[in-house]
């Protein structure tokens, strides 16, 4: 199973990602922002970091990447994609998921674990966790603070487009356990078609017990074995 | 064709919150200015290019702000000024 690791100028999560594909017995595959063509991919991961410096608006000048191209082909032919928080950033520009990401409500670059809930588990995504099952997972970012216009996100909860909340110890989606001021305290979600996902939160930075939780890792092991050939 | 200095304002929507705007409210109240009752805060870009008029200019520029300068999901933008250099 071939996975493309993209990296833009400022991406810093792209060894993480390459590690996580590798970890769940995939083979990733580096494809810089100017590189073009993604045959023969199984699935594309939109890394975090501070692509273009986060200049003009995180993820604005990343979206107009040569490799942007081939990433919006494969959606549209629905091939898996997935964007971790820069990564998220750029898709929400790029158009290729619903809403925007602005500044943290506290303002601050906000580096903490938090708690997340998954809502949906029939999804390539998500496969691999419990319906409700509580996540600890790292973020690490200022811009993670999800909006959208009321219809759209009448939209996302109508066709049960979220994928992850922030919640507290209790599993309550309570405004203390919302890092960033995201609306409904969004943390992920996925497009209609169900082949896009983007989440601020870091699963490929939480896929060993031993440095603090393995949270993370049923993404990735929900999309490899979506990939897998059946028997 | 002439030179042209354009000015575009990039602004918050009005009901999308802006944090950097209400930290500077905050801190503009403490300072004792508790007269003001909001502050919103946006970005002004400068462009210069050549035209061949000030029509021509301000649709180039509007076209930049829906493609790339300004986010239609949280940001309005106007083309304040076309000034020719």
Known sequence: MKVAVLTFPGSNCDYDLYHAVKQVGGEPVWRWHRDRGLDGMDAVLLPGGFSYGDYLRAGAIARFSPIMEDVRDFAERGGPVVGICNGFQILCEAGLLPGALIRNESLRFQSEDCLLRVERTDTVFTSEYEKGQMLRIPLAHAEGNYRADQETLDRLEGEGLVLFRYVDETGATTREANPNGSLNNIAGIVNPAGNVMGMMPHPERAMESLLGSADGLAVFTSLVSSLAPAG | ?85
């Open chain 2, 1 to 85: 064709m002439a030179h042209y200095r354009i000015e575009i304002r990039v602004t918050p929507r009005p009901g999308i919150l802006d944090p950097q705007g209400k930290a500077i409210h905050h801190s503009l109240q403490n300072l004792g200015w508790t007269a003001v009752e909001d502050v919103r805060v946006g970005k002004a870009i400068h462009v210069e290019m050549d035209a061949d008029s000030a029509e021509a200019a301000r649709s180039e520029a509007e076209a930049m702000c829906r493609k790339l300068l300004a986010n239609p999901v949280t940001e309005d933008f106007e083309v304040y000024q076309v000034e020719e250099a």
